[in-house]
């Protein structure tokens, strides 16, 4: 029973799961954790603490941390208890009181890497990446760190979108253990994010290697696909709907490989299909609708594009055949005023230039053109200057060019841009405390180098 504990922990992957499943996943992790803990116990040991066991069956919090506070008490290496003890108040919300108990573990007991280990996926758990970093990366130096540590960090460096980063933590995981899916699925979405296709291919395809039944890497597969070849799209989303003629996800991909392909009759059948099985989402709402359109069946069009147009309506191909529609259906006043919206909608406007130029700079920053990825946040900015995450971006770039006073100037804006009064997220509060961090470093090298 163990084995196949330890068999689903390792190969647990949250990015697969749908949000309802991420919560119960995470409960049972926590529990496998204690179970595969409690395997490496000798026996003796584990006598000598099977009242904490006890206590977290009954889940009696307050009993198990008095009686973890008597076992450091009567003998401060005991990991045992620091391990049961920070878990009680995990349980208990209390994650700063938790993250101490591991630290006091650390100066304490002899089993650092163990300790520190935790303490990385205590900080991971509660978004504080920056912490996290550290302790995964001195992890990392070790010559056999575990799957935990390596999907960790590889998460992190996706978070801050550190593509090429996360490559190469993969390549070298995936060579220490070819067995975990999670390596080659996300080498797959890097070099997909990346616009390496080709290897973003093989890599997904190596994944479903492993697992063939693995349903959502099968469309991240099916979606490169329709840019580069959307037979071999089809051809994965036949495959799959032999099994499962009812899977709406690609029954839409299968619809838009005929689009590519020019096949619009094949394409309107599929997203009649998934409207009948109650698919309402925005995609299959606009393309629909335009293609009853373009087949004359204008009072399906007009049902699906007004819903469409409710949705978004910046969207111009959806004003544009709403507009064709109202036409058609004798409606030219309301056909022309869409006709006006559709050409107003031509003209990007300054959100629009913000965000392509943005893009640009993110492309540029991945590979590291830092002086072109500084031009175009400069120009991002300058189109949306409400977008006060633009002069993080910029300060970064500043700093990877070693212009320290620009990079200080703009890390200090950040800094005093941020209202604590307000409340944090997690993105703000790193971006907070890794701003402050290089403003202290800063400006200790610009005072030496007067």
Known sequence: MLSIFRFYYKNSRFDFVNPFFITQLIIMKKILNLIIFLSLFQVTSFAQNIELLELWQKKDWNSLIATSNQLIKANESNYQAYYWKQYALLEQGKHTEALEVLKTAFDCCENKLEIRSELANLYFLQGMYLQAKTELDILLKEANPDFRTFEQRVQIHEFSKERIAAINLLHRAKNHDTSHAFYWIHLGDN??????????????ESALAINPLDYQTSSKLARVYLDVNPNSALDICNGVLEKDSTNIRFIQIAASAYIKLDKETEALKQYSTA??????????????????QKFQKNDLALKLLNRSYQVDSTDVKVVFYLAMAETQLLNPDKGLDLFDESLNLLKPDSSILSIIHKEKAVIFNEKGKHQQALDNYLIAHKFNPKKKFYLYLIAEQYDALNKKKEALEYYQQVFDGIDEKKGLDLLTAS??????????KLKEDLFMEQ
């Open 191 to 204: 070099y997909n994010q990346l616009g390496e296709f080709d290897d973003a291919t093989k890599y997904y």
């Open 275 to 292: 409207l009948s099985l109650g698919d309402s989402t925005l995609n299959t709402m606009r393309n629909a609708g335009i293609l009853f």
């Open 431 to 440: 971006v907070r405390d890794f701003s402050q961090a290089r403003i202290e």
